[in-house]
């Protein structure tokens, strides 16, 4: 089973804020394993405009620190799981963390 997941980072690190990233990691997956991991600058930050990007990469699911209740309906119109809550750390983990079912969340660290 072939997967795409989108991580908003900060010096290729997750970032708390999905709006507030300097680039996304998109890590796609087959059988449970990263095959290829890849970092894309997002384009000017504006409402719904990160939703859009992301999609034109096939992404599957977006493990974020926090995220507006908009882009998380955008995603979900788009039928992309959105999880919310997810670490600071290298975005590979992250995603072996959520295939292993090892991924500990917290609450939404995004306020609107």
């Known amino acids: 089973m072939k997967r795409i997941f989108a991580v908003p980072t900060e010096k290729k690190k997750a970032c708390a804020h999905f ?24 384009p000017e930050h ?6 859009r990007f992301l999609v034109g990469f096939d992404v599957d699911t977006v493990l974020a620190g926090g995220m507006g209740e908009k882009a998380q309906s955008l995603f979900r119109q788009n039928n992309i799981e959105v999880i919310m809550g997810a670490g600071t750390v290298d975005p590979s983990s992250l995603v072996e ?3 292993s079912g090892q991924l500990k969340t917290s609450t939404n660290l995004c306020d609107h």
Request: aromatic letters at 12%; one cysteine or more; a negative charge.
């Open 97 to 99: 963390e959520y295939l």
């Open 46 to 51: 504006q409402p719904g405009t990160y939703p």
């Open 19 to 42: 709006g507030h990233c300097e680039s996304f990691a998109i890590i796609k997956t087959e059988n449970g394993a990263i095959t290829q991991e890849s970092y894309v600058d997002p």
